[in-house]
């Protein structure tokens, strides 16, 4: 079974208007860690938001918030107020465990376009 | 400015040949990482060194090696080139920790024809 899945290969949104990027997560461990990654089309990786999993409240970070829903394990990311910039490739990804020497498993991330 | 540093960006290799992809990384992190990533397969972990001194094989291993040569420096060796290791390669780093995410090198695009 897949650890992140990502179920929308592909999403669009008029500039300024608000949008969900779902994801769903399989785990067994107590504690994790989620994680957004945005990738332009220049390529790199850009880190956005976390949210632990004892955490109570969801993360935010400037127009990014993460929509936490532990017992149905989906942590969305909500982007407001869309700009062309948002235009990217969106991924989840998950670290589980309380050992360090955990990695992070990705989903296969979401295409985001933004029109003016 | 402080990040991690992989080389070369681009590279075509004939099938056979070999190579090494080299990562260094100034944060003082003590885990580094190597992906590649696929079209619509995502990131998927080929290798990772927990700390100085350890190597663990990912979810996609065979056809690669590493080496953790110190702190800062984790390389990912190809013995024998194939088509299928055509891709883009990424390394990246991050303190010991659940709680901490990863800082990405620019990547690597590898082509073998």
């Known amino acids: 079974a897949q650890k992140i899945t990502q179920t929308q290969p592909g999403m669009f949104v008029q500039e300024k208007e608000a949008v969900t990027l779902d994801c769903t997560y399989d785990t067994s461990d107590q504690s994790y860690g989620l994680f957004w990654y945005k990738q332009p089309s220049s390529g790199e990786m850009i880190f956005l938001i976390y949210q632990g999993s004892y955490d109570e409240q969801n993360a935010t970070e400037g127009r990014y918030s993460l929509n936490f829903q532990k017992a149905r394990k989906s942590a969305n990311l909500v982007i407001s107020a869309s700009q062309l910039g948002d235009s990217a490739m969106y991924f989840c990804a998950m670290r589980e465990g309380y050992s360090g020497y955990s990695t992070l498993t990705f989903g296969k991330g979401t295409m985001l376009l933004v029109s003016p | 400015n402080a990040g991690v540093t992989q080389t070369p960006k681009f590279q075509v290799l004939k099938t056979g040949q070999s190579m090494t992809l080299q990562c260094a990384q100034d944060?003082?992190?003590?885990?580094m990482y190597w992906y590649r990533q696929d079209p619509g397969m995502g990131l998927r972990l080929i290798y990772y060194?927990?700390?100085?001194?350890?190597?663990d094989k990912g979810e996609v291993p065979n056809g690669y090696n590493v080496s953790r040569l110190n702190k800062r420096e984790f390389s990912l060796r190809l013995e024998s080139a194939a088509p299928s290791q055509t891709s883009v390669y990424f390394c990246a780093s991050s303190p010991l920790g659940q709680g901490y995410g990863y800082t990405f090198g620019s990547g690597t695009r590898l082509t073998v024809v």
């Open positions: 944060m003082n992190h003590n885990s």
């Open positions: 060194s927990a700390s100085e001194g350890t190597t």
